[in-house]
């Protein structure tokens, strides 16, 4: 099980959690945000979305007790491809940490990337993405 760097538990201790949230993870590679995040919102669910099957692999490997407990799903999935499944609620709220097409690196794939965000989330939901202290807010497309 991968360990939390202390900047990354800065990233999640920002994070505006509460209990009965549904967090999006966009880009959680071996799934160590997600499984701390899953621990902070009691009655709520993380769904943890990353583009390589290596790195859903390790989530499902460190996050099989949240998982198992029903209370984070892992996703292959790139956030350009993300559509909520037949039934599934929006969420409150999604981050992502070095995801390059919300961090300005990859701008046309930014602009899909926000469409895909606002369509799974809830018309409150907000996004966070890492390079503020420690996080900054996006707008999301209403």
Same mark, same amino acid.
């Given at each position: 099980? @991968?360990?939390?760097?202390?900047?990354? #538990?800065?990233?999640?201790?920002?994070?505006?959690?509460?209990?009965? %949230?549904?967090?999006?993870?966009? &880009?959680?590679?071996?799934?160590? #945000? @997600?499984?701390?995040?899953? !621990?902070?919102?009691?009655?709520?669910?993380?769904? #943890?979305? !990353?583009?390589?099957?290596?790195?859903?692999?390790? @989530?499902?490997?460190? *996050?099989?007790?949240?998982?198992?407990?029903?209370?984070?799903?892992?996703?292959?999935?790139?956030?350009?491809? %993300?559509?909520?499944?037949?039934?599934?609620?929006?969420?409150?709220?999604?981050? @992502?940490?070095?995801?390059? *097409? %919300?961090?300005?690196?990859?701008?046309?794939?930014?602009?899909? #990337?926000?469409?895909?965000?606002?369509?799974?989330?809830?018309?409150?939901?907000? %996004?966070?993405? !890492?390079? &503020?202290?420690?996080?900054?807010?996006?707008?999301?497309?209403?």
């Amino acid at each position: 099980m @991968a360990e939390m760097s202390a900047r990354l #538990a800065g990233i999640v201790a920002a994070l505006p959690l509460a209990p009965g %949230l549904r967090v999006l993870e966009i &880009g959680c590679g071996p799934g160590v #945000a @997600a499984r701390a995040v899953a !621990d902070r919102v009691p009655g709520g669910h993380v769904l #943890a979305i !990353d583009r390589s099957a290596a790195a859903i692999r390790q @989530a499902e490997a460190g *996050c099989a007790e949240q998982i198992a407990a029903g209370r984070l799903t892992v996703r292959r999935c790139a956030v350009e491809d %993300l559509a909520l499944l037949p039934g599934e609620e929006p969420f409150d709220l999604a981050f @992502a940490v070095r995801v390059g *097409c %919300l961090d300005g690196r990859h701008p046309r794939e930014g602009e899909i #990337a926000l469409r895909r965000i606002a369509d799974a989330l809830v018309p409150t939901g907000r %996004l966070f993405i !890492d390079g &503020g202290t420690p996080l900054r807010e996006l707008d999301v497309p209403g």
